[in-house]
């Protein structure tokens, strides 16, 4: 897919830490790509061991408000991706709610 930077254009790629308050989990995005109408960001979870953890995954994260759409890279034993393409940066704390919500956790 693309790297990050405007119009697919590779470039290194941006961390973006959340900023949940007081003890709140935060999420780590790996911003993609900025486009001129999404953007398309990366999270890592553990715990995922089957197709039916990635359906559970794909429903909290299609639920967040903006989410255009969402692919789940299973790694069994290991940490998987989420790949989300959505209006703007998720707000981490509601990242974490669902990935949580879900049954997992982020890595």
Do not use: I, W
């Not at 470039?11 to 911003?31: I, L, N, W």
């Not at 209006?87 to 974490?96: G, M």
């Amino acid at each position: 897919m693309c790297g990050g930077g405007g119009h697919g254009a590779a470039s290194e790629t941006v961390f973006r830490d959340g900023t949940g308050s007081s003890g709140a989990p935060r999420a780590r995005a790996r911003v993609l790509a900025e486009l001129p109408d999404a953007v398309v960001a990366e999270y890592d979870l553990t715990g995922l061991t089957c197709d039916n953890c990635v359906r559970h995954v794909t429903e909290e994260f299609v639920s967040l408000d903006g989410v255009q759409t969402v692919d789940v890279r299973l790694v069994v034993g290991g940490v998987s991706t989420v790949r989300v393409k959505a209006d703007e940066l998720l707000d981490p704390t509601a990242v974490a709610a669902a990935v949580d919500e879900a049954g997992y956790v982020l890595a």
